[in-house]
């Protein structure tokens, strides 16, 4: 036999002076209106359940960041794309004020740019550009432009290696080193190398 209770005001159950258990043997809980929980949430089973007994009719379903008296921010499973989104600002109910956005995971990554173009830092978002590329299957790097190379002091050599670097501007007239297990020297400049070449 169902039984029903009925109050007009908030009714409340403390159990042992606040500080009790509050126990419900049974299969389900139906609650309708809003649930506030004020401390830490703890579940004995693995997952909190959104949308349970869902049987296809609800597309979105997800959970709400209360920020304010009257702004939420809301995280949702979107099941028309298979993704999650997020949105800094949604309505109560979820509905969004500011559009959600893929979360974006795993191999759902996009990069930037088309194939091998390396991924940099545009202003936030990554970026990419055709003149920057690098070849894997080749182990090969293409740079359409300049490279700067600042002061640095002569780096350790790499075995089987040349590196090229740049340093204080000596007689070869550049200023841009390289450094070798078998030689380290300046580069010459035309000039230079002209007059190098009169002299001796």
Request: proline content about 3%; aromatic content about 10%.
């Amino acid at each position: 036999m169902s039984t029903y209770k009925f109050v007009n005001d908030n009714y409340t159950i403390t159990c042992n002076d606040g500080v009790g258990t509050f126990t419900v043997n049974a299969a389900n809980i139906l609650l309708n209106g809003n649930v506030t929980q004020i401390a830490n949430a703890t579940t004995i089973a693995d997952y909190i359940t959104v949308a349970a007994n869902n049987t296809g009719t609800i597309a979105d379903m997800g959970l709400l960041a209360q920020k304010s008296p009257t702004q939420f921010a809301g995280l949702r499973w979107d099941t028309p794309s298979g993704n999650w989104q997020i949105s800094p600002a949604v309505t109560n109910t979820g509905a969004p004020i500011v559009a959600y956005q893929n979360i974006l995971t795993g191999n759902n990554l996009v990069a930037a740019g088309s194939n091998t173009q390396i991924q940099f830092n545009n202003n936030g978002p990554f970026g990419a550009s055709a003149n920057l590329t690098f070849d894997y299957a080749n182990n090969q790097l293409t740079l359409l432009g300049s490279q700067v190379l600042y002061n640095t002091a002569q780096p350790q050599n790499i075995a089987n290696a040349v590196i090229v670097y740049s340093n204080v501007v000596g007689a070869g007239g550049t200023g841009l080193y390289f450094t070798s297990s078998a030689s380290q020297n300046e580069l010459v400049s035309k000039s230079q190398a002209i007059i190098f070449s009169i002299i001796f």
